[in-house]
């Protein structure tokens, strides 16, 4: 149940709240998939190996980022650019959009799998420092190539996984999830207690856990009657560029992690083993918050993108009071329980090295410090990024990982791994504080309103009586009243057509459009959705053209299939429906993200 969406008042938030949440929980379990078998391998290396272990996976740790780069990069440009073509009616090209960053994904990634193997030395070496003890590269090393083994899984899952929302499957993600696990905890204790692998056999088998999940989200892409099929036909290759355009700021947050992390770990790495593996109870830590805080912000990526595609400021605002409402709803929460249960947190993943454990708990709660502040700042900037401002967007992630987290940290003296710490903690607050006086003296003035927070160009959307909007609520309508309210929101579409100046026969048009369409939906998609459904009606002219919208969150409906099914020896049958359609210039009907739209141009 979405307990905050059912307890919104106003009809459309709550359409937006209930649609937000859908695309919440399956980012997160995309943030949580790509990093499942790191947050696995971290518990059971820290409870049945050495402290040389423990530093060795801390070590190898950040190039997980590195790893998910590509899919970062591919995912996330494609869902923000699918969306937008979703918004607008054009499946064909989103679903040409997806399978142009799909099939990149897969044959990088196979490159770049042979080419860790191959480099697997130096990059140990870069990855700490040229004096680590021999035991401790070895580890690390048998760690990084059983993992690169995988990478072609983990690249296509992260890409996946983040797209069932927009194909309304969502459950197929979470099945993934669990059936991956599955596979993790029974592949690692036959490591540990059978075949005595260390950590290559843990590597290994958390790649082949990968595989397997890959493999069944392919299940959802060979169904028929898709949105989001992977096809081979028509693919304009040229139209890579803008998806990679649109997914660079995610591929910046990770490139910046990545040096971030290597960065910090070449620190610790000289300090000791025991810091370095204090800090990577914070790392595997982070998988786990970065499921919630990435989740947020790649939900309001995409959605921002939808209303950005419809230049629907209204909805955008709404969008983002309730993505705020989810961050300092949930993060602080976590950074609470984080803190409270650093001891146990560390125990979880230090286990028996005791001479690490003090600087684990030192590690989780100056991370749990700046959560709030590091979640917030990643929300901005993913919003940033679906409104098109790219730069901005990676100017956060530059200041906040690197900038101030060199320049803080370097002005520390390296004795303590604690100042480190509390040093990368800064970092994120500062980053904070900086966004905030970035608003304030753009805006030149104290007082941050939505309309500074949003940014929106010039130009954007539409004037004051250029559109016309009306909500029905299923919790008001009953058979009673359905006519009346249908009959008085097709009114108003006629009237507010009339009034821009389109002709009275596409006026007519527009108001039978509406009549026809919003009483299907009433009558047949309400009662047989349990819920609180919305039906949005959406007007608006433009280059003299007449756009009506409907959007819900029923079961779909799609009219052009009900076409389709009148016998053409039936003149009568849905004579309304057979009007809308001769007279629109063009229909389009999508259902993505468990949410119908209907576009219709007369």
């Known amino acids: 149940m979405n307990i905050i969406a059912d307890k919104i008042q106003d009809p459309e938030r709550r359409l937006i709240a209930r649609l937000f949440f859908n695309s919440f929980y399956v980012f997160f379990l995309s943030t949580l998939t790509a990093a499942l078998g790191s ?15 423990v530093a060795a996976f801390g070590l190898v740790i950040p190039l997980n980022f590195s790893f998910s780069f590509l899919g970062g990069i591919l995912s996330s440009g494609a869902q923000n650019l699918c969306t937008r073509k979703i918004a607008q009616g054009d499946i064909k090209k989103s679903r040409e959009l997806f399978s142009v960053a799909f099939l990149t994904g897969l044959t990088l990634s196979v490159v770049v799998m042979f080419a860790v193997s ?134 910046m947050l990770e490139t910046a992690v990545l040096l971030h992390g290597i960065y910090i770990n070449r620190i610790l790495a000289d300090i000791s083993e025991s810091v370095l593996a204090g800090y990577s109870v914070q790392i595997s830590l982070s998988f786990l918050t970065d499921a919630v805080i990435i989740g947020v912000a790649q939900a309001i ?41 650093a001891p146990f947190i560390a125990k979880l993943y230090l286990g028996t090295n005791f001479d690490a454990y003090a600087l684990g708990i030192n590690s989780v709660r100056w991370y749990a410090a700046a959560l709030l502040f590091q979640g917030t700042n990643m929300l901005y900037a993913y919003y940033l990024q679906a409104s098109g401002n790219l730069l901005y967007a990676n100017l956060i992630y530059i200041v906040e990982w690197l900038v101030y987290t060199i320049s803080i940290v370097s002005g520390f003296p390296h004795g303590s791994g604690s100042q480190v710490y509390r040093g990368i903690s800064l970092a994120h607050v500062l980053t904070f504080v900086t966004i905030v006086i970035y608003l304030m003296v753009r805006n030149r003035h104290l007082r941050i309103t939505m309309e500074d927070i949003l940014a929106l160009p010039k130009g954007f959307g539409f004037a004051k009586g250029d559109e016309v909007t009306a909500e029905i609520d299923s919790t008001k309508v009953n058979e009673a009243n359905a006519k009346q309210i249908v009959v008085q929101v097709s009114e108003m579409v006629r009237s507010f057509a009339r009034k821009k100046g389109i002709d009275e026969r596409r006026a007519n048009a527009a108001s039978l459009a509406v009549e026809e369409m919003a009483s299907g939906i009433i009558l047949k998609a309400f ?65 993505a993200q468990r949410l119908n739209n209907l576009i219709i141009r007369i």
């Open 39 to 53: 947050i696995m391998d971290g518990i059971i290396i820290g409870n049945t190996m050495d402290t040389t272990a």
């Open 118 to 251: 191959l480099l697997s030395v130096p990059l140990i070496t870069w990855l700490g420092s040229d004096s680590l003890p021999p035991d401790l590269f070895q580890e690390a090393r048998h760690y990084l190539l059983g993992y690169a083994i995988g990478l072609p899984a983990i690249t296509c899952m992260r890409i996946l996984t983040a797209f069932m929302s927009l194909d309304s499957d969502r459950m197929r993600a979470f099945y993934s999830v669990v059936l991956m696990s599955a596979v993790n905890l029974i592949g690692d204790f036959l490591c540990i207690s059978v075949f005595h692998s260390g950590l290559a056999g843990i590597a290994a088998v958390t790649s082949l856990s990968y595989y397997v999940g890959f493999a069944d989200l392919l299940g959802h892409f060979r169904k028929h009657g898709i949105m989001l099929g992977i096809t081979l036909k028509n693919l304009k290759w040229g139209d890579l560029w803008s998806v990679v355009k649109r997914g660079i700021p995610r591929g």
């Open 301 to 341: 990526l995409v959605q921002g993108a939808m209303f950005f595609g419809e230049e629907n400021r209204e909805a955008l605002g709404k969008l983002m009071r309730i993505a705020i409402q989810y961050e300092v709803t949930l993060v602080p929460v976590i950074s609470l329980l984080c803190y409270l249960l």
């Open 527 to 591: 009662p047989e959705t349990p819920g609180l459904n919305v039906l949005t009606v959406r007007a608006f002219t433009k280059n003299n053209e007449l756009i009506l919208l409907l959007r819900d969150d029923c079961d779909p409906l799609d009219p052009r299939k009900g076409l389709k099914m009148i016998k053409s020896d039936d003149p009568v049958a849905n004579i309304g429906i057979r009007l809308t359609m001769g007279m629109a210039k063009d229909v389009s009907y999508t259902s």
